[in-house]
């Protein structure tokens, strides 16, 4: 018997994506606090604290106080939010991507009912569905691993949707097929994948070739997604960029032959 809502839904957009979902009177759909683009009439919004899906650790306080409490370790706010249809007709909630890049849909009855995603990847998801944490139990992988011991769990029948930079690859790993992808590319993965992280055997290359020291080791069987843009590598960029800008928002040396030499010099 599925426990979780059954919703419909539909993508808009390439790169700067939302999913608008059509729920049925007395359906709801959770979601990451502040993803909301916009409702109609006929639904009500509830902060709820803790894990919304209705399961995890209970529905008593303290069982929200521990859900809360986890989800601070995962970085994510204490509440997230329900959007329940409680009109007589089909209302429609839509959920916008943070920054540029793709929303994945995820029916997790194709995957045995569980994926495991990096921390801030969770947009929105069919009440029943559980956003629980994941511990990385391996040392490597806690210290090195970019998304540390804790990444999130999702557990259920129904559908859920992560978001993730720039375009998104999908992988089929075979039985000990083995995938060495940079740390921050990596968004999701099913419960079969073997996750652990590998050291640059060549210290000269990892420093000088911009790609760190280590990476993350995926073997299979099972499903692999990437992002080809982390929102990290974009931030740096930013950052990078902005070092270069004078306080009128251009570059101080930009059209002068020492500002085109340094742009040469940066790659830009």
Excluded at 115 to 129: E, M, R, S, T
Excluded at 232 to 249: F, Q
Aim: proline residues 2%; negative net charge.
């Amino acid at each position: 018997m599925q426990r979780a809502h059954e919703i419909d839904y539909t993508l808009h957009g390439d790169d700067l994506q939302l999913v608008e979902i059509e729920l049925d009177p007395g359906e709801s759909v959770i979601a990451e606090a502040g993803a909301m683009l916009y409702m109609e009439n006929g639904i009500q919004m509830e902060a709820v604290l803790g894990d919304a899906s209705g399961k995890g650790e209970g529905t008593g306080l303290m069982g929200k106080l521990l859900g809360a409490g986890k989800r601070v370790i995962m970085g994510e706010s204490l509440f997230m939010t329900l959007f329940t249809n409680k009109g007589s007709q089909k209302q429609k909630v839509a959920f916008a991507a943070p920054y540029p890049g793709k929303i994945v849909p995820f029916d997790l009855n194709a995957y045995g009912g569980r994926i495991i995603c990096q921390k801030d990847a969770f947009l929105c998801a069919a009440k029943g569905i559980s956003v629980q944490m994941e511990f990385q139990k391996k040392i490597g992988v806690g210290l090195f691993g970019g998304e540390g011991f804790i990444m999130e769990r999702l557990e259920g029948d129904g559908f859920a949707f992560l978001h993730a930079g720039g375009a998104i690859v999908e992988k089929e790993l075979s039985q000990a097929e083995l995938l060495k992808v940079d740390t921050g590319c990596l968004v999701a993965f099913t419960s079969g994948v073997d996750y652990d992280i590998q050291f640059m055997g060549d210290i000269k290359s990892a420093i000088f070739g911009g790609e760190g020291i280590v990476l993350a080791t995926l073997k299979g069987p099972g499903k692999v997604w990437l992002q080809s843009l982390p929102f990290s590598r974009l931030a740096d960029r930013m950052i990078s960029a902005s070092r270069h800008m004078g306080g009128g928002g251009t570059s101080k040396d930009e059209g002068s032959l020492l500002g085109g030499l340094g742009r040469l010099l940066d790659g830009d």
